[in-house]
């Protein structure tokens, strides 16, 4: 994961280290896998789905995305519910792949699940899985809402061609039309914040 708009400020091995970490270091965005053990004396799972509503409870302004390779529906609906901003299946490749803008779109306030983990969320809290790519198009298009196509897509330094297909492919599952509908639909469900958001290094100067 390498952009310049992503610090890695800390890192921990064991459950135990997980609070700690977080009170020495300010923190925008935690990945977390599901796997990683209570300490060296006590390999069992560390029970983090079971924390997480405690450790967002002391930082609620914490997003926390998922990286796992268990994909039961319970576990998923449990960490939804206990507030964590993405679910990514490790042998999701193709959002492995794009961590670092999915990183991006959780820390400016939106969501992102891999496909399956959508499909798995509570009724009245379901996201339309559009890619990191799509979500970054109506991103910019919603910071520059007066903007032209060919304008908002030398921001993102791609064709205009390649971000109209990325915006129609986001209208389609959206169930929308246009770029304001689409702007407007992906607020409404969370997938973009109300207001826009500036994205902010994690560095903590």
Same mark, same amino acid.
């Given at each position: 994961m390498s952009t310049k708009e992503i610090q890695v400020v800390a890192s921990a091995s064991y459950g135990d280290e997980m609070?700690?970490?977080?009170? &020495?270091?300010?923190?925008?965005?935690?990945?977390?896998d599901l796997s990683v053990p209570t300490s060296p004396e006590n390999l069992n799972q560390y029970p983090m789905i079971?924390?997480?509503r405690g450790m967002l409870d002391e930082f609620p302004?914490?997003?926390?995305?998922?990286?796992?390779t268990f994909k039961e529906r319970g576990l998923v609906k449990a960490a939804v519910e206990r507030g964590v901003r993405g679910y990514i299946y490790k042998d999701d490749q193709s959002s492995i792949?794009?961590?670092?803008?999915?990183?991006?779109?959780? @820390? &400016? *306030? *939106?969501?992102?699940?891999? @496909? *399956? @983990?959508?499909?798995?969320?509570p009724e009245d809290r379901t996201r339309k899985n559009i890619s990191p790519r799509q979500l970054e198009a109506l991103a910019v298009a919603a910071a520059y809402p007066n903007e032209t196509t060919d304008v908002l897509a030398r921001?993102?330094?791609?064709? *205009? &061609?390649?971000?109209r297909n990325l915006l129609s492919?986001?209208?389609?599952?959206?169930g929308v039309r246009t770029r304001s509908a689409a702007i407007g639909r992906a607020r409404e469900i969370g997938l973009l914040p109300s207001i826009h958001t500036p994205v902010i290094s994690t560095d903590s100067n």
């Open positions: 609070l700690p970490m977080l009170r &020495s270091n300010p923190v925008d965005v935690l990945l977390l079971y924390a997480l302004d914490l997003k926390v995305i998922i990286i796992s792949q794009q961590l670092a803008r999915i990183v991006l779109i959780v @820390a &400016s *306030g *939106g969501n992102y699940f891999s @496909a *399956g @983990a959508y499909f798995e969320l921001r993102l330094k791609i064709s *205009g &061609s390649t971000l492919n986001a209208y389609t599952r959206l």
